[in-house]
């Protein structure tokens, strides 16, 4: 029997002993033997070429992968030696990646399937350098490709131009659910870990990519304990901040799930199980802001902190929004100064509730702001006397 069938049907038994309740294969390297497709893909090549055995493209290009193993099986034999002598592979024995769908050795690095975007996952097992390579590569061929790594402390060495455009912005969601969610810190703490992200990141705060659920975290409904109104004031903090929003699938229905792997649940495809209120919360804020320039790639300025309030502006030539966030009790008055705002308006109206507000004195008032609400703000042109006083 061929060696790397052997690999394959010892795959597939690691698959069958490792399965989780919802019927995900977990990647961990606590498993036995997990140096078998961590290093050859052996696992993941065998259980994927079952599933797509009626899809002939895909099938055809995991039959590519294998045909390479197949021709370079003493190399794998060697990694794997290596890896089980030192515990780890060095950069230099790596397997080249340059093939074709059939398997054989291409000079592209690889086809051009007209890739719009990159998240790199674990980059820091690779050296560094790898990826300085990587960017440039990927740059030549597209210029305008987003390349993000997954990068959950300090940021700061991978953004300096030379490796990745942004990374999954871990650090901010960690504000958003202690702010918003259990409280730990007030408006004017959150505004100052705010502040020092965005000069830790610079001009590369406009390229992180924001999020508040992933794969590896649980979900964000779930943190806030099915919360809705906290989780609605924490998603539109994630859509009207500097930086790219990311949507962890199902979120926008209201899934649920709690650390790895209950996360990754399989998406929930019958509408009758959405929850529509949810649905509509980020259908609405993703529509507000396509329509708004200034909070794709406007300044960012704080307007007011106290307690558990927090208002900021965001603002592109004549294009303005403000954002009026209460994570805590209700507020019976509200006043928001003005008078070091770009730009005035005479009124302003909410996109949720279609109230209007009007500025007095420089200020803007607004009364009675509902505990754990936000208002979303845009300028106003009809007279004041349609405002709510």
Known sequence: MDRLDVLYIKSIEIIKENQSGFGLFIASPEFENYKYCWQCDGTFIAYSMNLCRNNSFLRKYYCGINNILKVRSKKIKQLIDTYNKNGFIDKKNVLPTRFSLEGKITETEWPEFQIDGWRIDIPWKVPRDFWQIFKKKVKKINPDAYIIGEIWRDASPWIEGDTFDGVMNYRLRDLVIDFFIKDSIDAEDFDYELLYLRELHDLNAYKMLNLLSSHDV???????????????????????????????????????????????????????????????????????????????????????????????????????????LNAGEKQDKVTVPLKNSAIFYESWVDLFTKNKYKVVGNCLEIKNVSKLSALLLKPDKTESKNCVA
């Open 218 to 324: 649980p979900r964000i409904l779930t943190v806030a304990n099915n919360n809705i109104k906290r989780l609605k004031i924490s998603v539109v903090f994630l859509m009207t901040y500097i930086g790219a929003p990311m949507i962890y699938y199902g979120d926008e229905i209201g899934m649920v799930g709690e650390n790895d792997p209950d996360c990754r649940r399989t998406m929930i495809w019958d509408k009758s199980l959405w929850n529509k209120e949810i649905n509509n919360i980020y259908r609405k804020l993703i529509r507000f802001r396509m329509e708004h320039e200034s909070l794709r790639s406007g300044s960012f300025k704080t307007l007011l902190v106290f307690n558990r309030l927090y208002v900021y502006q965001r603002l592109k030539g004549s294009d303005a929004v403000i954002v009026v």
